[in-house]
Nanobody, 124 residues
């Protein structure tokens, strides 16, 4: 069992930065690949970024590539999402998720555990 708690969301102006954190409980955090998804009002939840259990492989949605960076610290049981050059269209609730294994890192059903989400609002 893995419990995930996101933090770091807030209100920021366009062009600004935020760093989201996702703290995981349990001793097996390093066994899980981690992902970030987001859901904007009136839209379906979408993939943002993912990172392998070792941190050696990272993946990004085209919409955030070059602006967002996913990383993890297995010693701290935490995964991060550094978000730079934020745009109003990045406004959403951001969720972290854990997958013991996956074939397709951008599909929700591949993930076993989810956090409650943290709100990110980017003003223009």
């Amino acid at each position: 069992q893995v419990q995930l708690v996101e933090s770091g969301g807030g209100l920021v102006q366009a062009g600004g930065s935020l760093r989201l954190s996702c703290a995981a409980s349990g001793r097996t955090f390093s066994s899980y690949a981690m992902g970030w998804f987001r859901q904007a009002p009136g839209k379906e939840r979408e993939f943002v970024a993912a990172i392998s259990w070792s941190g050696g492989n990272t993946y990004y949605a085209d919409s955030v590539k070059g602006r967002f960076t996913i990383s993890r610290d297995n010693a701290k049981n935490t995964v991060y999402l550094q978000m730079n050059s934020l745009k109003p269209e990045d406004t959403a609730v951001y969720y972290c998720a854990a997958a013991y294994t996956y074939s397709d890192y951008d599909l929700e059903y591949e993930y076993d555990y989810w956090g409650q989400g943290t709100q990110v609002t980017v003003s223009s």
